[in-house]
């Protein structure tokens, strides 16, 4: 049973590391952006929680309790990534603007973060990066 804790982690950490790859190379490769950004490329969120599900359909199988909760959950967590998350970036910059266009001698008024929620490719990506880590771990090191 401790495949279907440690291979999410796993799964977690190796898309952190390909979004830092991926997202930091423009900019310099900065290490905030594991823990600052909120988004890009691939979705980590997207692929932990399809990797959870992907790890409990392989022990447990697709007509189980545990499946049908996991598959619900990746539902929830990959709508919100790309839907409200998403909106509400949208939100900041625009609110952003016009902090800037209202408040232009104050330099002191916080910017909010803009860089939040996933594109429909990120996300997409981040669900076939957590589908295929999770077999390829699975079925080499577990399933024996």
């Known amino acids: 049973m401790y495949q279907l804790i440690i291979i999410p982690l796993v799964v977690g950490a ?4 390909i979004k830092l790859i991926i997202d930091g190379i423009p900019n ?6 594991l823990y600052n950004d909120y988004g890009g490329m ?14 409990i359909a392989f022990r ?5 309790a545990a499946f049908a909760i996991s598959l619900i959950f990746m539902l929830i967590v990959v709508r919100d990534a790309v839907g409200f ?19 232009k ?11 939040i929620g996933h594109t ?5 990506a981040g669900a076939l990066l957590g589908f295929s880590l999770t077999s390829v771990l699975y079925l080499a090191f577990f399933f024996q």
């Open 14 to 17: 190796i898309t952190q590391i």
């Open 105 to 115: 001698k104050k330099n002191n008024i916080p910017r909010l973060r803009e860089k």
């Open 60 to 64: 447990e199988g697709l007509d189980s």
């Open 28 to 33: 310099n490769l900065n290490w905030q952006h």
């Open 42 to 55: 691939p979705s980590s969120h997207t692929a932990f929680v399809v990797s959870l599900a992907t790890a």
């Open 85 to 103: 998350r998403r909106q509400l970036g949208k939100n900041a910059s625009i609110t952003n603007l016009l902090t800037e266009e209202v408040f």
């Open 120 to 124: 429909v490719p990120e996300v997409i």
